[in-house]
């Protein structure tokens, strides 16, 4: 089994790949009461066209998040709820997004049990036209609550005029013409396709034994038998540089203007820094400039141009982009002031010290807590690997190093978007 040491952190992440080629990762922490396992596919949202033994396949919007929620249904009628029930297990559940769809439990007794249930109704597909239809009815009211979030509508909204092409401007949920085109047959073709042990990880985290869970994982798979795992070609759609809207207003039950502005810049620019060190520059470049202690946060607020305002990344694969959001007292001024700081980036070395001590802070209680698994599992699949070496990236930064990164930054192709009352519009 292998160890990974968390660079400059007292902490340890056990390794080890299966022979099925599952990739297994084990966070200890003694101090917990509870345990943690999730089962996560390299599957999500946006895969909806791939190449498989030279075919081309397209799959409806929205199927990736339909195969989680049909997963659940177990041969004989039963649901994988019914197992864990008797055990008392604390909570089960799953949840997609664009890039995965992860399955997991959280309990305080029955490691093994937990385990193996986990992994045989993950690993169990079962598909029916009655069950696909049933499903479909509770997926389209889940599709019709959303469209009633005030949050949900405004990303989106604002997803679609930055992109042209990207799949991510979709919902993970699909609409409902979309999720009336799945069929049983569509789930069970996709599940074979993606639900590879090759194609998944396994994170357990809690006052765990190693060794122990490894060998219940080992045990629990052997009742599987897989063929070789051929990997199908994800087909992305090449995104363009330029924005898809320069501005957009919707209209929404809204109290208080909102606004969202974004700046495009392809990852090209910075291709000498990995993913990982990509986005955390830029995330402690916008936190800099516009965090709740910056004298332009606290300005805007006392001449009463917003109420709020946050700076952050936004992140796709080709593109990371600069991101402000902000209740807008007065939003066609806040935007005006935004943008102007934008073009004006500044950087104090007193107040970088201060992130990065907090921000190591951070890391190592980050340790302590229960999610940690949740971020195990984000930073395998979102950039193929335990980011180990943390600590250095961000212990490293300079106000130099940040400052040459920002005069590559390529503010030609800007987003905005205006949430107005809907008594505005009439």
């Not at 995104?239 to 203007?257: D, M």
Request: proline share 3%; charged share 30%.
């Amino acid at each position: 089994m292998e160890k990974i040491s968390i660079n400059k952190i007292d902490e340890t992440i056990y390794h080890e790949v299966l022979d099925n080629g599952l990739n297994v990762y084990i966070h200890v922490n003694k101090d917990h009461k509870v345990f943690r396992a999730a089962l996560t596919v390299n599957y999500g949202g946006k895969d909806t066209a791939f190449k498989l033994n030279g075919k081309t396949y397209t799959v409806p919007q929205g199927i990736a998040h339909y195969l989680e929620h049909t997963n659940f249904n177990m041969p004989g009628g039963k649901k994988a709820e019914d197992m864990f029930e008797k055990i008392h297990t604390v909570n089960v559940n799953a949840y997609t997004n664009q890039d995965f769809t992860s399955f997991h439990i959280t309990s305080l007794t029955h490691l093994r049990e937990n385990i193996e249930y986990l992994i045989e109704y993950v690993m169990t597909p079962y598909f029916t036209d009655k069950l696909t239809d049933k499903e479909r009815g509770i997926i389209a009211q889940e599709i019709q609550r959303s469209k009633n979030n005030i949050d949900r509508n405004e990303y989106y909204s604002f997803m679609n005029a930055l992109l042209k092409e990207d799949h991510e401007k979709y919902t993970v949920l699909g609409e409902e013409e979309d999720i009336n085109k799945i069929t049983a047959k569509d789930l069970e073709f996709v599940h074979k396709t993606f639900y590879h042990p090759e194609n998944m990880v396994m994170v357990v985290n809690g006052n765990v034994d190693p060794t122990k869970v490894i060998e219940i994982i080992k045990n629990k798979f052997k009742e599987f038998k897989y063929d070789k795992w051929i990997k199908p070609e994800i087909i992305s759609p090449k995104e363009p540089k330029e924005v898809n809207q320069k501005e957009v207003t919707i209209y929404e039950n809204v109290a208080i203007p909102r606004i969202d502005i974004a700046y495009k810049m392809p990852r090209t620019l910075f291709k000498d820094l990995s993913k990982y060190e990509q986005d955390h520059y830029v995330y402690i470049i916008m936190n800099q400039n516009f965090n709740n202690q910056t004298e332009f946060n606290y300005n805007l607020k006392k001449d009463k141009i917003v109420k709020s305002i946050y700076g952050t990344v936004e992140e796709f694969d080709d593109y990371v982009c600069l991101y402000v959001s902000a209740e807008a007292l007065q939003p066609d001024l806040a935007i005006e002031k935004i943008k102007e700081k934008i073009h004006n980036l500044e950087l104090d070395e007193r107040s970088l010290l201060s992130y990065k001590h907090d921000n190591v802070s951070s890391m190592i209680t980050g340790f302590d807590q229960s999610e940690i698994g949740n971020h195990i599992t984000y930073d395998l699949m979102r950039y193929g690997r335990i980011i180990n070496d943390a600590y250095d990236i961000h212990n490293n930064v300079t106000k130099e190093r940040l400052e040459e990164l920002i005069s590559r930054f390529d503010l030609s192709e800007c987003s905005v978007l205006k949430v107005l009352p809907k008594e505005k519009r009439d």
